[in-house]
């Protein structure tokens, strides 16, 4: 659970750190068994997926160590001279080239039936190179044992994501499905269920095009409904989904409306690591600041979702980062913004002003996500330090000291 922040005061600027950040339990095993499986087949060709983490700097320093990647995040396969494939009739898929010889790791988001089916037919162990993150795949278990129960699942999550996709793959053989991204689907579905407008029931097929079940029907299918989610995203936004799909029910069949709606953003199918991080997070952004760094990678949803947070309390104070080589001075950040409206057409880069001609002492809190490596917190905050005169700054022994005496 979130404990209070901790305050590491270097005197010209003081830093609050949440009591938890960064790395959780299934990325965390996901990247030792990555390290692991180069080092004890040095003479095996050893491919991911996909993307490991979100974390650009993990997958380079693989990627010198001789990983290589089947296809990109949103399912692109990669050509044999590492180039995305385009289609063209003389290209080479890595897929193609596979034997029983190599050896292809799942990453923790986990992996399609289509891409776990093509990699058996190649000959390839599955199962042993299978990094799955053990809470995605409580997930699938309850999406599965909701199918089974006679639900049709709703899975918040982003249609695009990896995770999703595996949860949505995983989900259709047990129960039809939909994929809800957030509240402004989630009143459309609503408004489907009620059944007052025809014309509302006919855009279902519109609205949620590639995002449904094949043959989803809505007069049968939206009779019972759980909802599971993809566990990086923010649990509040699931319990609202969850709660105006229930207010559709109730409006439509009444008191019987309550056994109509299972699951309701149950925690045993949010990630705890997420969840904690963003309760801590919560706490810390309860105290006065200057700024909020929140580092994550680019196509880290996760950490997005602390930047939200982070955005809605102090604004342009907040700066999404990928390292501490976006601080280019105390006057200027560079600021990812993540791409919300479309994803399919990526993020950019901003420069924002930070404290141009401001010398005054400064409160700062940093954390960062799911995929963060701890050293990355660090090195943003010796950056930082370091725009500030060194006469100025408390030393590390003295900040630790002042630590150790809280705790």
């Known amino acids: 659970s979130a404990a209070a922040p901790v305050t590491l005061n270097f005197g010209a600027v003081e830093y609050t750190i949440p009591s938890h950040f960064g790395f959780c339990l299934g990325v965390k095993n996901a990247i030792e068994r990555a390290y692991e499986t180069l080092a004890a087949n040095p003479d095996r060709r050893v491919f991911m997926l996909s993307e490991l983490i979100h974390n650009p700097f993990v997958n380079q320093d693989l990627w010198r160590r001789g990983l290589r990647y089947l296809q990109t995040d949103k399912g692109v396969p990669f050509t044999t001279s590492g180039e995305r494939a385009t289609g063209a009739a003389d290209e080479e898929l890595i897929w193609d080239t596979l034997s029983s010889a190599d050896i292809v790791i799942i990453p923790a988001f986990g992996a399609t039936d289509a891409d776990k089916t093509r990699l058996v037919r190649k000959g390839i162990e599955v199962f042993a190179h299978d990094a799955t993150c053990m809470l995605v795949e409580k997930v699938w278990k309850a999406a599965r044992g909701y199918g089974r129960e006679g639900y049709t699942v709703i899975i918040h999550g982003k249609a695009e994501h990896e995770e999703t996709k595996a949860t949505y793959s995983n989900t259709q053989r047990y129960a039809p499905a939909i994929i809800v991204r957030n509240l402004d689907e989630g009143e459309r579905l609503a408004r489907v269920i009620t059944g007052r407008n ?73 990630c705890y690591a997420t969840q904690v991080n963003q309760d801590a997070l919560g706490r810390a952004l309860s105290e006065p600041l200057d700024a909020a760094f929140v580092i994550g990678g680019k196509n880290s949803s996760n950490t997005y979702q602390l930047y939200r947070l982070c955005a809605e309390k102090l604004g342009e104070k907040a700066y999404f980062i990928q390292s501490e080589q976006d601080i280019l001075s105390r006057d200027q950040s560079q600021h990812f913004v ?33 995929s963060c490596p701890d050293g990355l917190i660090q090195q943003v905050i010796t950056r930082i330090n370091s725009l500030w005169p060194a006469g100025s700054l408390r030393s590390v022994d003295e900040v630790l000291a002042d630590v150790e005496s809280r705790t």
């Open 338 to 370: 993540f791409p919300v409206v479309d994803p399919s057409v990526g993020g950019k880069t901003e420069t924002r002003p930070l404290w141009p001609k401001d010398l005054s002492p400064k409160r700062i809190l940093i954390t960062g996500g799911a």
């Open 198 to 270: 025809s014309v509302d029931r006919q855009r279902f097929y519109s609205d949620f095009e590639g995002k449904h079940t094949p043959g989803f029907d809505v007069d049968r299918d939206l009779q019972r409904i759980a909802v599971v989610n993809q566990t990086t995203l923010l649990m509040n936004e699931t319990l609202a989904i969850t709660e105006r799909l229930r207010q559709a029910f109730a409006e439509r069949y009444g008191a019987e409306a309550v056994d109509r709606v299972g699951g309701g953003g149950r925690r045993d199918t949010l």
